[in-house]
């Protein structure tokens, strides 16, 4: 079972404040997904990585796949109160392998920018 | 608007009774998956289908079954619902197998077995 864990799995910190979320895992992964839940929701694709020591930026949000496509990071530059949600990653096919599209989850991590 | 839909949203079952989830496409995706959402485990997948009666099993799918008879909907039957079997379940659906694409959510149902 290849596993995804997710660092650190509460935040909570002010409007305006950076923060970092980890996700690490022992196995190769094809791709790298990451997911902003909302209460009450299902998950939103966010952004997909492929490239090991990729790094992709959406407005305030910055992604980086690992060199070695074993772990990611997300990057929150002035955090907002709608930025609060669960944040999943999510890894997508052992490499060389046929996966049928499974992504394998992380736990997530719950993110409360408060005002 | 992603075109996908779960029924029922909420449902509280009683031990031992049989349940049917619903998920129905409008993108005619090829993928569709079933996953269970619980506090602490993330997403765990449960089935998942890569075609019309083609469907295979995930990681977490003793209890469960599934059926894929045409393109749009993809069904996930609890045979005898037991306690652990509550959580909020999720489907969703892929345009292809690969490396960049990626998953559209149904917003999920609540199954409460009491």
């Known amino acids: 079972t290849q596993l995804l864990e997710q660092s650190p799995q509460f935040l909570s910190i002010q409007e305006g404040e950076n923060l970092t979320v980890y996700c690490n895992s022992s196995s190769v992964f094809s791709s790298l997904q990451w997911y902003r839940q909302e209460p009450g929701e299902g998950p939103v694709l966010l952004v997909t990585?492929?490239?090991?020591?990729e790094v992709k930026k959406l407005k305030r949000l910055t992604f980086q796949f690992g060199d070695a496509r074993k772990d990611s990071s997300l990057h929150i530059t002035a955090a907002q109160p709608g930025d609060t949600g669960l944040y999943l990653c999510a890894g997508g096919g052992v490499a060389g392998g046929t996966s049928y599209g499974k992504l394998t989850f992380g736990q997530g991590t719950i993110l409360t920018v408060h005002p | 608007d992603a075109g996908i839909t779960q029924s029922p949203r909420h449902k509280v079952t009683e031990t031992g009774t049989p349940v049917t989830l619903r998920c129905h496409q409008t993108?005619?995706?090829?993928?569709m998956y079933w996953y269970r959402q619980d506090p602490g485990h993330g997403l765990r997948l449960i089935h998942y289908?890569?075609?019309?009666?083609?469907?295979d099993k995930g990681e977490v799918s003793d209890g469960y079954s599934v059926s894929r008879s045409k393109t749009e909907d993809f069904l996930l039957t609890l045979e005898s619902a037991t306690s652990s079997q509550t959580s909020v379940y999720f489907c969703?659906?892929?345009?292809?197998?690969?490396?960049?694409?990626?998953?559209?959510f149904g917003s999920g149902t609540r199954l409460t077995v009491v």
């Open positions: 990585v492929v490239t090991g020591g």
């Open positions: 969703a659906i892929s345009e292809r197998q690969g490396l960049n694409y990626g998953y559209t």
């Open positions: 993108e005619n995706h090829r993928y």
């Open positions: 289908s890569y075609g019309v009666k083609d469907t």
